[in-house]
């Protein structure tokens, strides 16, 4: 199905002093495996670098790993389809199971939609190996280009024992983020990943890798998300709230048969212009709804019965069955983001269609 190409860059080293010193044998390197797709890291003037071209780009690499590689796809991350994430998803889980001597795995990508990618790997690759997913600002035919430096770095986290059972991970501008709580901040800046809440997991340094915590949300070998037999994900849009936005973008997407909508607030929760009768609609319609917000930043808390209506603690001290029957297909984000928070209801209704369940899965990843 995919077009492997594989490569050993480990480099073999003989000690001799004087005519009758032995050969000093080396510790083994650690085996990375890297998994490209493409993106700007790939994307040079007049046709794409290959896995290949990449894995032969990077100066040091004989003394950091032992590298192979395969190209699993080639394109910008933005045409990459939710069919494709899927693939990858497996793809990885199958690289760790059929080798339990492999450190980590290393996956290119475009910056665009990276930390999208980065946390369906996240929720959905089931070993506590480290998943590292790299990309770049600058693409190959640029001045100042910084892909080979920052795979380099990807495979020097990959390789790292301490990054093991810290989930996927996101290297880039000499920094490691969680794909949980990364995203991508700036258009065009080379420190654009940042995690704005709970700031970086770690750093790459010219001597070492330095990781500085953990992380207590589920992931990886403890999630509970198994796409082995899933051919495709429920599908979930994100609206925005704005001045004076309309009901019938949200009625329209329920019509189009969306499985679940969220919600990205202007603050905690609120809507504007008739968004709640598109959401009552919504919910009489059986699409469960997701309170995000757009600020970046912020944690939605569950809505517990008796707290008010749909619009959180402060709402109104009695519902209306309408009222009503959208709390029972409404879900807080917690802190996801809204692009986030879609692919996590994705994985959820995969799973279930109970309110309370999806409501656990959001407090507890």
Same mark, same amino acid.
């Given at each position: 199905?995919?077009?492997?190409?594989?490569?050993?860059?480990?480099?073999?080293?003989?000690?001799?002093?004087?005519?009758?010193?032995?050969?000093?044998?080396?510790?083994?390197?650690?085996?990375?495996?890297?998994?490209?797709?493409?993106?700007?890291?790939?994307?040079?003037?007049?046709?794409?670098?290959?896995?290949?071209?990449?894995?032969?780009?990077?100066?040091?690499?004989?003394?950091?790993?032992?590298?192979?590689?395969?190209?699993?796809?080639?394109?910008?991350?933005?045409?990459?389809?939710?069919?494709?994430?899927?693939?990858?998803?497996?793809?990885?889980?199958?690289?760790?199971?059929?080798?339990?001597?492999?450190?980590?795995?290393?996956?290119?990508?475009?910056?665009?939609?990276?930390?999208?990618?980065?946390?369906?790997?996240?929720?959905?690759?089931?070993?506590?190996?480290?998943?590292?997913?790299?990309?770049?600002?600058?693409?190959?035919?640029?001045?100042?280009?910084?892909?080979? !430096?920052?795979?380099?770095? *990807?495979?020097?986290? $990959?390789?790292?024992?301490? @990054?093991?059972? /810290? %989930? =996927?991970?996101? &290297?880039?501008?000499?920094?490691?983020?969680?794909?949980?709580?990364?995203?991508?901040?700036?258009?065009?800046?080379?420190?654009?990943?940042?995690?704005?809440?709970?700031?970086?997991?770690?750093?790459?340094?010219?001597?070492?890798?330095?990781?500085?915590?953990?992380?207590?949300?589920?992931?990886?070998?403890?999630?509970?998300?198994?796409?082995?037999?899933?051919?495709?994900?429920?599908?979930?849009?994100?609206?925005?709230?704005?001045?004076?936005?309309?009901?019938?973008?949200?009625?329209?997407?329920?019509?189009?048969?969306?499985?679940?909508?969220?919600?990205?607030?202007?603050? !905690?929760?609120?809507?504007? *212009?008739?968004?709640? $009768?598109?959401?009552?609609? @919504?919910?009489? /319609? %059986? =699409?469960?709804? &997701?309170?995000?917000?757009?600020?970046?930043?912020?944690?939605?808390?569950?809505?517990?019965?008796?707290?008010?209506?749909?619009?959180?603690?402060?709402?109104?001290?009695?519902?209306?069955?309408?009222?009503?029957?959208?709390?029972?297909?409404?879900?807080?984000?917690?802190?996801?983001?809204?692009?986030?928070?879609?692919?996590?209801?994705?994985?959820?209704?995969?799973?279930?269609?109970?309110?309370?369940?999806?409501?656990?899965?959001?407090?507890?990843?």
């Amino acid at each position: 199905m995919f077009n492997r190409l594989r490569a050993s860059c480990a480099l073999a080293v003989v000690v001799l002093t004087g005519a009758a010193a032995p050969a000093v044998a080396q510790p083994a390197l650690p085996r990375v495996h890297m998994v490209a797709t493409g993106g700007t890291i790939s994307n040079r003037d007049g046709g794409r670098l290959s896995a290949e071209d990449l894995a032969t780009s990077m100066p040091g690499l004989e003394r950091a790993a032992t590298l192979t590689f395969e190209q699993f796809l080639n394109v910008a991350s933005s045409q990459i389809t939710l069919e494709q994430w899927l693939q990858l998803a497996r793809r990885v889980n199958e690289l760790f199971a059929t080798d339990q001597g492999l450190a980590g795995i290393v996956v290119t990508s475009g910056t665009d939609t990276l930390e999208e990618t980065a946390f369906f790997l996240h929720l959905t690759v089931r070993d506590p190996r480290p998943v590292v997913v790299v990309g770049s600002m600058r693409n190959p035919s640029t001045l100042g280009y910084e892909g080979a !430096a920052n795979l380099l770095e *990807g495979v020097r986290v $990959a390789a790292e024992p301490t @990054a093991r059972g /810290k %989930g =996927v991970l996101v &290297v880039l501008n000499d920094e490691v983020n969680s794909a949980r709580d990364v995203t991508k901040t700036d258009a065009l800046r080379l420190q654009t990943f940042r995690s704005p809440t709970h700031g970086v997991l770690g750093i790459v340094d010219r001597d070492r890798v330095t990781l500085f915590r953990d992380l207590l949300q589920r992931h990886t070998a403890k999630s509970e998300f198994d796409v082995t037999r899933l051919t495709a994900l429920p599908r979930v849009e994100v609206v925005m709230v704005y001045q004076g936005a309309t009901a019938d973008v949200i009625k329209a997407i329920v019509d189009l048969g969306a499985k679940g909508i969220v919600m990205a607030g202007a603050g !905690a929760g609120a809507t504007s *212009g008739d968004q709640n $009768a598109g959401l009552d609609y @919504a919910a009489e /319609k %059986g =699409v469960f709804i &997701v309170t995000a917000t757009r600020t970046g930043a912020g944690r939605i808390a569950p809505n517990r019965g008796g707290q008010g209506g749909p619009g959180g603690p402060n709402g109104p001290a009695t519902v209306t069955p309408a009222q009503q029957r959208r709390r029972a297909f409404s879900v807080s984000s917690e802190d996801h983001i809204p692009v986030k928070a879609r692919i996590l209801l994705m994985l959820a209704l995969a799973t279930t269609s109970n309110r309370d369940e999806i409501q656990r899965i959001f407090s507890e990843y």
